[in-house]
């Protein structure tokens, strides 16, 4: 059974830093690229944050320079440092583990930032 669990949401204030974990189990981890995605209230679900399994790294331009998306294969995790948070950033935050161009795509249930000002 797979299973992919986030940590580490809060809330925040502006400008501030908060680190979000994943830790999966019931998968080879090793095998597949990692994703953080959010999703805002109305707002489509977006990728903020990748990591290949050869660790190859992707952000989108929204937070750039601002977050880093880390993995460990020994200990099955993947981690999104996010600091200089801003009001956008709030959103309900997803791990994704992916095995491109196969069935094998499962999502963690996702964990609340929110960013006071």
């Known amino acids: 059974q797979v299973q992919l669990v986030e940590s580490g949401g809060g809330l925040v204030q502006l400008g501030g830093s908060l680190r979000l974990s994943c830790a999966a189990s019931g998968i080879i981890f090793s095998f597949y690229d990692m994703g953080w995605y959010r999703q805002a209230p109305g707002k489509q679900r977006e990728l903020v944050a990748s990591i290949t399994s050869s660790s190859r790294t992707n952000y989108a331009d929204s937070v750039k320079g601002r977050f880093t998306i880390s993995r460990d294969n020994a200990k099955n995790t993947v981690d999104l440092q996010m600091n200089s948070l801003k009001p956008e950033d709030a959103a309900v935050y997803y791990c994704?583990?992916?095995?491109?161009?196969?069935?094998?795509?499962?999502w963690g249930q996702g964990t609340q930032v929110t960013v006071s000002s």
């Open positions: 994704n583990a992916l095995i491109p161009r196969s069935l094998h795509n499962y």
